[in-house]
């Protein structure tokens, strides 16, 4: 008889449920079906070309250290490149102040360790990132949502969210958010770091997608304006290489990094010194100052080409992000809108997209959006796909 481990599951295992959009990406990923349902980088904005070199460099450098046991705070190389790296994103970090982890993924699974307790309430955006919600779920969290609109996280509700839950920390994609593509503009970037100063909490920036800016100005980190309050966090996925793994976190003074430190020790003592290393030289040897305009290149048509579609395809009563860079586009429809059977009668017609309801805390809101991912499909095929999506709905 096969033995049936299944009720040595712990009961946290029941908020680990299996990704559904795992099932939709299969289903995206099918000959023949565009999809803007992905949401990882274009392979073509990867640095084959110059990858032998630097990996070349690292053995010259670093020998056999780049192949050994390292510091689970990060190699040191990383850290002392990445400290003027991060100041373009207005992140004044000393390079030990700065902790290396496995991906930015990595970092929230950390985050979720160290802090949260089963019934804590966390803040998050009402849509989030739905990684973030996967990290943070084992651990047992309650959710509040801070309500959005266009220029993303609404100060008002966090203080609302501040003064009736005490959440025990807030987290925010700020920029170019995943999922819906909005930026949150300088005068709230300014409330909300006054906010938590004065209520004395603690925000999680979680920022993967500030280098993807195709036009209009770059705007300063929440970390710039309240350091002691912001937990920042940054990776290499989308401006090198995704599985190198390899991500950068800035905790606020104090002892929150070593107690960071001691949760990455049980979960993978630390981040592949040989990613590190391949890091370090991309930043040092200025390769990747040289590709990130390549790669900008390379998603802003894709961006514009799903941009003009929607204004001339999709209905009137349609609302949409307008991002000025990133990866995701985010879709609404008015009162009424049966996301499932536009979801339906899109793959039947080749293409795929996720329903926004996976973006929230609370499912049951939501039910009327769609994530549109723009990095994975030629310009005119973008279009075409938005051109098809506008036909569905107009008929539905
Ligand atoms: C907002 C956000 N945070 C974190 C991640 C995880 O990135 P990484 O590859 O660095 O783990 C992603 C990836 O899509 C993301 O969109």
Known sequence: MIPNFTQLLAARTESMAASAIREILKVANRPGVTSLAGGIPAPETFPMDILEKVFSEVCRRWGSSAFQYDLTEGFVPLREAASSYLRRYSVEAAAEDILVSSGSQGLLDAIGKILIEPGDIVAVESPTYLGALQAFNPYGPGYAEIETDEMGAIPDSLEEILK?????????VPTFQNPAGRTLTFERRRAIAELIVSYGALLVEDDPYAALRYKGQTVPSIKSLAPENVLYGTTFSKVFAPGLRVGLAV????ELGSWLVRAKQGTDLHTSTLSQAMAAVYLEGGYLEDRLPLICNHYAPRLDSMLV???????RDWNWSRPEGGMFLWAEGPAGTDIPAIYEKALAAQVAFVPGRYFYAKPENGGRTMRLNFTNAAPEELGQAVATLGT???ES
């Not at 009736?164 to 925010?172: A, E, N, S, T, V």
């Not at 905790?251 to 104090?254: A, D, F, H, L, S």
């Not at 579609?309 to 209905?315: M, V």
């Open 251 to 254: 905790p606020p003074k104090g």
């Open 164 to 172: 009736r839950d005490k959440p025990k920390f807030i987290y925010l």
């Open 309 to 315: 579609a929607l204004e001339t395809c999709f209905p």
């Open 392 to 394: 569905i709905i107009s």
